[in-house]
């Protein structure tokens, strides 16, 4: 696969009042590549890709998605983004099909196309019967298959997915696996946030860990297992944060639980 690359950031800054959340981030992303993008709470994950989407204005550095700055872009690059927030407001009243159905048609899609679509994709996914029924009333799975297949529908070339498989069962996480990777096949670009590390692992082609609003680590599993003494993801994530008093936090958690 040609390599190309489709996110370009430089010294992207943030602040909320007079707090540091984004001190200078650099980022290359190539087609194709699949970022498990990590970090502490409050590390400025979730934040970074608000701006990238246009969620979050007011940034200081550049971005510049398929080779265009947004800030220039206009609003026609987000036809081109597919995105699962970690808390999403989806139409509770409506039903999977209905949906689905405008929000396809909001990306430009014709109501056949659509419907023909977000039926198969809701059968493969094993919630084909609920397609017809209130989202009200999904499980916490069935709702996130729901919103993975509302930002897959327009065939988007970038997905950020925070969270992607939170109430997924255990054969639906790899059948959700197996999406990503014949996505990235395709060419496809996915930016995955999350804490699940060992999924991380496993999946991304690429591991960028945040902390302190910059860029602690850059690298394949590999790399950073070569550059770091820690053999698991989540063993580099405690060294490379500095975390090393779990023990003796959930010792005193459970002391303080017992108090009378
Ligand atoms: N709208 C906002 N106003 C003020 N502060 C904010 C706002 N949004 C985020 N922050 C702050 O920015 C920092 C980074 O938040 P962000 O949600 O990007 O972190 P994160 O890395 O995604 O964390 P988590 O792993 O907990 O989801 C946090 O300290 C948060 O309190």
């Known amino acids: 696969m040609e390599q190309q690359e489709i996110l370009t950031i430089t010294n992207l800054t943030k602040s909320y009042g007079n707090k540091n959340v984004l001190n200078g981030i650099d ?3 190539s087609r194709g590549e699949i970022i498990g993008y990590i970090g502490p709470n409050g590390a400025g994950k979730s934040t970074t890709v608000k701006i990238i989407l246009g969620i979050e204005g007011e940034y200081g550095g550049e971005i510049k998605l398929f080779g265009e ?5 206009g609003a026609t690059y987000k036809q081109r ?3 699962v927030p970690e808390i999403a407001d989806v139409y509770d009243n409506l ?3 209905e949906y689905l159905t405008f929000i396809g ?3 430009g899609l014709t109501l056949d196309l659509a419907t023909h679509k977000s039926q198969t994709l809701m059968e493969l996914f094993g ?3 609920a397609y017809h029924a209130r989202i009200s009333s999904y499980s916490k799975g069935m709702r996130q298959k729901l919103l993975i297949i509302s930002s897959l529908l327009h065939n988007p070339d970038i997905v950020f997915l925070d969270e992607p498989i939170n109430g997924l069962d255990a054969n639906s996480v790899m059948v959700f696996k197996e999406i990503l990777l014949q996505l990235a096949a ?3 670009t996915i930016f995955y946030s999350s804490h699940i590390m060992d999924v991380v692992e496993k999946i991304s082609s690429r591991i960028i ?3 302190d609003g910059k860029v602690a680590a850059d690298g394949t599993f590999e790399q950073l297992q070569k550059d770091n003494t820690e053999g698991t993801l989540e063993r580099i994530f405690n060294q490379l944060t500095g975390f090393d008093r779990h023990q003796e936090i959930g010792e005193q958690f459970v002391t303080i639980v017992q108090e009378v």
């Open 127 to 129: 919630v084909g019967e």
């Open 81 to 83: 983004i597919g995105y």
């Open 69 to 73: 700055d947004i800030r220039q872009s």
């Open 186 to 188: 395709q060419g496809k």
């Open 95 to 97: 039903t999977g099909y």
């Open 209 to 211: 860990l945040l902390h």
């Open 105 to 107: 048609q909001l990306y």
């Open 27 to 29: 980022l290359h992303v």
